[in-house]
């Protein structure tokens, strides 16, 4: 028989594995040890170093604690304070039940502020993308996007603001996540940066969705076909962004429309659909370059790098402080004067 013993689950294995937290990742060790990584979290969370020893599963020194207990018992000597108790000469800290629930409580914190940079790096949004490409994170509610892929972001960097949200790069919008065991979850966990990020990073992927409906599919290619008429040679990619990526959720073929007996709503109607402009997309893709379009009307003031147009911003123009004129009495003066001394703000001498 083997001998060999399974090794325990870590903190962080542990708390990902929790019903709700299956949007997180398991951020590495080394990435958490990194200061650099923690800067100005400190403040953010109480009983800090408490909580970054239960995240690496660290035990506190004995030989710590106990010179913090002599320093303690040197400094109040004549009075004890909560959380101690004498033993002998001695005084104790004593680690309250309430002390391990609000370390516990600070660890998740903690825990989610790191996650929020770590996905933003090389490694975590890779991760991040593996789960994407699984369908983990689920898809888009909205029936025109198609089944979309979604990711989790948050709408604040503010903690105990609003949950976590999924977005689709399809209609560029944001849902609540469907099951509510996500609900409790914090948005600040993801941060505003995370999605805009991970489409930039990733910018060849398709995120149209999946067109096996064939009434869907011949709609969509029905739409094309109108667009197409009398368009100009549409770009093939805008800013490293592939065209078929720019919200395919959205513009014509793709926005719901009211009908009564086969006939469409007016938009001036009691009763018509509102928003619309919400889902609208310029059927000519070139409106969208805007950047090339810049160049085209201030062509003397950019330059083209690498197919991208850069922005040269002129200079302002520098304005010099005119002379002061001379009157007769200040001719005399200056003729009179010795430029041997000092010289003022004006040039004379003292």
């Not at 996007?145 to 960097?157: A, F, H, R």
């Not at 409790?184 to 966990?189: H, N, Q, T």
Request: glycine share 8%; charged share 30%; net charge negative.
């Amino acid at each position: 028989m083997s001998d060999t013993s399974a090794q325990p689950d870590t903190w962080i294995s542990t708390f990902c594995s929790l019903v709700g937290h299956e949007y997180f990742c398991e951020i590495s060790e080394d990435f958490i040890e990194d200061d650099f990584n923690l800067t100005g979290l400190q403040s953010h969370v109480p009983m800090y170093k408490e909580a970054l020893e239960m995240i690496l599963d660290v035990e506190p020194d004995p030989d710590d604690v106990d010179e913090e207990d002599e320093d303690d018992y040197g400094e109040e000597e004549d009075g004890l304070e909560d959380g101690y108790r004498r033993t002998g000469d001695r005084i104790r800290h004593m680690r309250m039940p309430s002390d391990l629930s609000v370390i516990e409580n600070s660890a998740e914190i903690l825990y989610g502020l790191i996650h929020q940079r770590y996905i933003t790096s090389r490694p975590g949004i890779q991760q991040m993308y593996e789960k994407y490409e699984a369908g983990q994170f689920g898809s888009c509610p909205r029936t025109n996007c198609n089944g979309c892929k979604v990711l989790p972001v948050g709408i604040t960097d503010v903690l105990a603001t609003e949950t976590v949200k999924l977005y689709c790069h399809s209609c560029q919008d944001i849902y609540v996540p469907p099951n509510s065991r996500f609900q409790s979850v914090d948005g600040a966990f993801f941060g505003t940066t995370f999605g805009n990020l991970f489409f930039l990073t990733f910018s060849d992927l398709d995120v149209r969705g999946r067109k096996n409906d064939a009434v869907v599919a011949e709609r969509h290619a029905r739409a094309v076909r109108d667009q197409a008429k009398d368009l100009p040679e549409q770009p093939t990619s805008i800013n490293g962004i592939p065209a078929n990526n720019l919200a395919p959720g959205l513009g014509l073929g793709s926005i719901y429309d009211n009908t009564i007996y086969g006939f469409k709503v007016a938009e001036v109607a009691r009763s018509g659909p509102r928003m619309r402009w919400l889902r609208e997309k310029p059927a000519d893709l070139n409106e969208l370059d805007e950047a090339r379009l810049y160049h085209q009307k201030y062509g003397s003031d950019s330059e083209e790098e690498g197919g991208n147009v850069v922005v040269r911003r002129k200079k302002a123009p520098i304005r010099r402080r005119k002379p002061l004129p001379l009157s007769a009495s200040d001719d005399t003066q200056l003729g009179e004067a010795s430029f041997s001394g000092p010289m003022d703000t004006n040039g004379l001498g003292h």
